[in-house]
Nanobody, 116 residues
Framework: QVQVVESGGGLVQTGGSLRLSCAASRSTFSINTMGWYRQAPGKQRELVALIGSSGYTVYADSVKGRFTISRGNGVNTVYLQMNSLNPEDTAVYYC??????????WGRGTQVTISS
C-alpha cells in the first residue's frame, strides 16, 4: 500500500507565499506523474499542477506564472511553490501520485487559506 502525505498548508495574507510538500511512502514505487489538485468549498476538485517522470509540467491557467511544481531529490517527493496568493486560491490541496501501472493514490489534503 502506498501512503501519500502532504504538508505545508496554512493561513497567509493576500500576496503571500506557501510551499507545499508531498511524499509517497514506498521507495520502490514506480511513479508516472505526481500532481497537486485543490477543492474549494462548493466546487469540484481541479488540477493545479502536474509533473511527469520526465520532468514535463502542466499548470492550470489560473496559477501559471505564480505556482511552480518541482520534484525533490528523492524521486517520491514533489513540491508546489505558491506565490502571489489570493483568496481564490483558498482550498484544500491534495497530492495525487499516479503509478506506471495506472493506479492513483491520494493524500488526505492540506488546507490553504488566504486572507484578504
Amino acid at each position: 500500500q502506498v501512503q501519500v502525505v502532504e504538508s505545508g498548508g496554512g493561513l497567509v495574507q493576500t500576496g503571500g507565499s506557501l510551499r507545499l510538500s508531498c511524499a509517497a511512502s514506498r521507495s520502490t514505487f514506480s511513479i508516472n506523474t505526481m500532481g497537486w489538485y485543490r477543492q474549494a468549498p462548493g466546487k469540484q476538485r481541479e488540477l493545479v499542477a502536474l509533473i511527469g517522470s520526465s520532468g514535463y509540467t502542466v499548470y492550470a491557467d489560473s496559477v501559471k506564472g505564480r505556482f511552480t511544481i518541482s520534484r525533490g531529490n528523492g524521486v517520491n517527493t514533489v513540491y508546489l511553490q505558491m506565490n502571489s496568493l489570493n483568496p481564490e486560491d483558498t482550498a484544500v490541496y491534495y497530492c495525487k501520485v499516479k503509478s506506471n501501472g495506472g493506479s492513483n493514490y491520494w493524500g488526505r489534503g492540506t488546507q490553504v487559506t488566504i486572507s484578504s
